[in-house]
């Protein structure tokens, strides 16, 4: 039997305000981490801009646009299960199930980049060689997630903060120490390869260094037990994921059948330079969001407050650096970057919105796996792939300027992130 206790107004306050101030300093400690991470990134790309042409760099973003696809369903979502799910020894079962799908799907990867390299017509033909490494990104990915998964549950903020700062630290090192050596579009690969690597190493370390992470005997039965129970996150996340990565990769493939590689490097640089400080604070508050959130569903089965009040937080960290892009992005580019990226600006100035609304509903749309509405997530992820290829489709066939893609792909994104947070936010008051 279960006995209630009521709880006073003042009391209620006071957990209230510990609550909150347990979110903000995991958010804040998460946030130093990543923030270190992006001032590296953001203070190495005058250099990097100079040593690197923007047809280099669209030989980095043709692989990273094949890469991130098969990464997103790496470990076919069961590390989102491990953030939800209420007992340890099942949580740890989940690790070592994400471990299995990962490997699972760098098979796969591997045979995708065979495809891509022996297939004759591909837009990158001297550069297809490195899509056979996709195997190496898929797993460190899938991997990384599990693992993440695991660390934000037990809130081991401060080491996953020295994670991402670690791999920021060596990826720049690495891309500036190619280029002056003139490793050409070699020098960027490489170096975010290195990265991928290190950080995989760092939340292995994270999770092999928690106390019962060898306590539990893990039988088949087991896993066999939790893929099954979870099996809506491989059913309907997994290919929610895909969509939903493959969807953001639409303008660098059409591109690609432009053949405008210079093109794919100033949008891919430009989204990448542009949601670097907006990805790092909202991911940070992503993860702890996910954590809060969880709890407060499971407890209360409602988790609308915490839901308002991350969306406020987002919607003000984000508004001026986007007024800001708006308005001066093709100056600050070429100033800071070279006039050789000017256009990188211009390509800025269109997906500013866009990234503005993808920092606000990114962490909130965690609520649609914490309430268990994967189904409507997955239906999301398709439509919005179908809008996203439309609106890049159109100016592709009529051989519209290559900006009309990228104005078309912020459009779509737009309108499907603004139905995301309301449907969202229906959910978490459920």
């Not at 960290?317 to 800071?336: D, R």
Request: aromatic residues 12%.
């Amino acid at each position: 039997m279960r006995y209630a206790t009521r709880l006073t107004w003042p009391q209620f306050a006071s957990m209230q305000r510990i609550a909150g101030s347990r979110f903000l300093r995991a958010v804040a400690t998460l946030s130093s981490g990543q923030s270190l991470a992006a001032i590296t990134s953001i203070a190495a790309a005058p250099i990097l801009g100079r040593l690197y042409q923007p047809a280099e760099y669209g030989v980095l973003g043709g692989y990273m646009a094949v890469s991130s696809v098969l990464t997103g369903i790496g470990n076919w979502q069961y590390s989102q299960a491990i953030i939800v799910e209420n007992r340890e020894n099942k949580a740890h079962a989940l690790v070592r199930l994400c471990v299995i799908t990962t490997l699972v799907t760098a098979l796969f990867s591997a045979l995708v980049g065979a495809a891509i390299f022996l297939y004759p017509a591909s837009s990158f033909q001297a550069e297809r060689s490195w899509f056979l490494l996709l195997p190496v990104t898929t797993m460190t990915g899938g991997l990384t997630a599990a693992w993440t998964a695991m660390a934000n549950r037990r809130r081991r903020y401060r080491p996953m903060a020295a994670a991402q700062v670690a791999s920021v630290f060596i990826t720049v090192c690495g891309s500036i120490a190619f280029g002056f050596a003139g490793f050409g579009y070699v020098g960027p690969i490489v170096a975010y390869l290195m990265g991928a690597v290190v950080s995989c190493l760092f939340y292995a370390h994270i999770y092999y260094t928690l106390p019962d992470c060898r306590k539990y005997a893990l039988t088949r039965r087991r896993l066999v037990a939790m893929a099954a129970k979870h099996r809506g996150f491989a059913l309907f996340s997994t290919p929610s994921s895909f969509v939903g990565n493959f969807a953001m990769q639409v303008p660098v493939y059409a591109l690609g059948l432009q053949g405008a590689t210079g093109m794919i490097g100033l949008f891919s640089r430009a989204r990448q330079l542009l949601s670097m400080p907006i990805t790092l604070v909202g991911g940070s508050i992503a993860q702890v969001f996910q954590q809060r959130a969880a709890v407060d569903y499971a407890t209360t089965g409602n988790c609308e407050r915490i839901f308002r009040s991350t969306f406020w937080m987002l919607l003000g960290i984000g508004l001026l650096p986007t007024l800001l892009m708006a308005i001066a992005a093709p100056w600050l580019f070429e100033v800071f970057l070279g006039p050789h990226w000017r256009p990188a600006g211009e390509v800025a100035r269109v997906l500013a919105p866009m990234l503005l609304l993808r920092l606000v509903c990114s962490p909130l749309a965690t609520v649609f796996a914490i309430t268990g509405a994967q189904r409507e997530d997955f239906v999301l992820s398709v439509v919005t792939t179908f809008v996203t290829a439309v609106a890049v489709a159109v100016p592709l066939l009529l051989n519209w300027p290559s900006i009309w893609i990228a104005i078309g792909f912020s459009g779509s994104y737009c309108l499907t992130y603004c139905i995301y947070l309301w449907r969202g936010y229906q959910h978490c008051k459920c």
